[in-house]
């Protein structure tokens, strides 16, 4: 299984950024996917999930109504669409998929890892 994920970059306060992950190896649609992000000096944190059909997502509360998680079965892509940005969602973002049938927040349930693509949130 492989995951690409891209679309990170520099961007001011309020700003937007659409992250995109794309999955190979495996028929993607079988499989919940997550996005998750590490900050300089912090443990890795859960910023959401989208079950396998898209039908369910899962957001962490300090990006509700903020981020929104996505994707597209017939593409192998999940998206994560960062709106009103702030520069505490400075971090490396990488998305992940369970090697199961697990949909959720837990980090150690994601079996396969993306390289990450780094954020930067200027204010």
């Known amino acids: 299984v492989q995951l690409q994920a891209c679309g990170g970059g520099l961007v001011q306060a309020g700003g937007s950024l659409r992250l995109s992950c794309a999955a190979s190896?495996?028929?993607?649609?079988?499989?919940?996917m997550g996005w998750f992000r590490q900050a300089p000096g912090k443990d890795r944190e859960f910023v959401a999930a989208?079950?396998?059909?898209?039908?369910?997502?899962w957001h962490t509360d300090s990006v509700k109504g903020r981020f929104t998680i996505s994707r597209d079965n017939a593409k192998n892509t999940v998206y994560l669409q960062m709106d009103s940005l702030k520069p505490e969602d400075t971090a490396v973002y990488s998305c992940?998929?369970?090697?199961?049938?697990?949909?959720?927040?837990?980090?150690?349930?994601?079996?396969?890892w993306g390289q990450g693509t780094l954020v930067t949130v200027s204010s």
């Open positions: 992940a998929s369970p090697s199961g049938g697990y949909y959720g927040p837990r980090l150690e349930y994601y079996a396969y």
């Open positions: 190896g495996r028929t993607f649609s079988n499989y919940a």
């Open positions: 989208i079950s396998r059909s898209g039908g369910s997502t």
